[in-house]
T-cell receptor
Framework: GNSVTQMEGPVTLSEEAFLTINCTYTATGYPSLFWYVQYPGEGLQLLLKATKADDKGSNKGFEATYRKETTSFHLEKGSVQVSDSAVYFCALEGGSYIPTFGRGTSLIVHP | EAQVTQNPRYLITVTGKKLTVTCSQNMNHEYMSWYRQDPGLGLRQIYYSMNVEVTDKGDVPEGYKVSRKEKRNFPLILESPSPNQTSLYFC??????????FGPGTRLLVL
């Protein structure tokens, strides 16, 4: 079956530091890939997505590139802010209507 | 405002006492689903519905029921809750092929 593995947190950074959160996946076929963000006390929000190999999703300074050769979709941001503190989930959707989520990575950004 | 609403937001109950968590969306979305979020496990889909009167099991359906009598509503029913159903629950909706919109979550404690 499908699976998503993302790095364990928490990831703790200072403001303006570079962020990478690793995500790798296992799936049959050609899934769509997603990053969601969950702020404290809220539901998940879609951050960015990519639907085919070599696509780059981007939003709010975050980027991730769909790498089929390495089955990866790593999340990056060049300069994090305190307001980016949240839990980030990598997810994939294949042909079924049952998405697969990673376990989530908590990001803490200090001033 | 386009949104997914859930009620109640917090619930404490006892083993065996039937409960219902309501979910409603105002975006005329065909597709709705329920997830549970547990520490270290990410989100797992419980049930989903592709349209009125059409529901199907997700990854973890045991102990739950759903119904979809109207397009906007998708209640989650726990006929006989048990402590292992203590969790954070999210409802979500989407248009066919569109992005998912998540509700704010319902935190359930079963004693």
């Amino acid at each position: 079956g499908n699976s998503v593995t993302q790095m364990e947190g928490p990831v703790t950074l200072s403001e303006e530091a570079f962020l990478t959160i690793n995500c790798t996946y296992t799936a049959t076929g050609y899934p769509s890939l997603f990053w969601y963000v969950q702020y404290p006390g809220e539901g998940l929000q879609l951050l960015l997505k990519a639907t085919k190999a070599d696509d780059k999703g981007s939003n709010k300074g975050f980027e991730a590139t769909y790498r089929k050769e390495t089955t990866s979709f790593h999340l990056e941001k060049g300069s994090v802010q305190v307001s980016d503190s949240a839990v980030y989930f990598c997810a994939l959707e294949g042909g079924s209507y049952i998405p697969t989520f990673g376990r989530g990575t908590s990001l803490i950004v200090h001033p | 405002e386009a949104q997914v609403t859930q009620n109640p937001r917090y619930l404490i109950t006892v083993t065996g006492k039937k409960l219902t968590v309501t979910c409603s969306q105002n975006m005329n979305h065909e597709y709705m689903s329920w997830y549970r979020q547990d520490p270290g496990l990410g989100l797992r889909q419980i049930y989903y519905s592709m349209n009125v009167e059409v529901t199907d099991k997700g990854d973890v359906p045991e102990g739950y029921k759903v119904s979809r009598k109207e397009k906007r509503n998708f209640p989650l029913i726990l006929e006989s809750p048990s402590p292992n159903q203590t969790s954070l629950y999210f409802c979500a909706s989407r248009r066919q092929g569109g992005i998912q919109y998540f509700g704010p979550g319902t935190r359930l404690l079963v004693l």
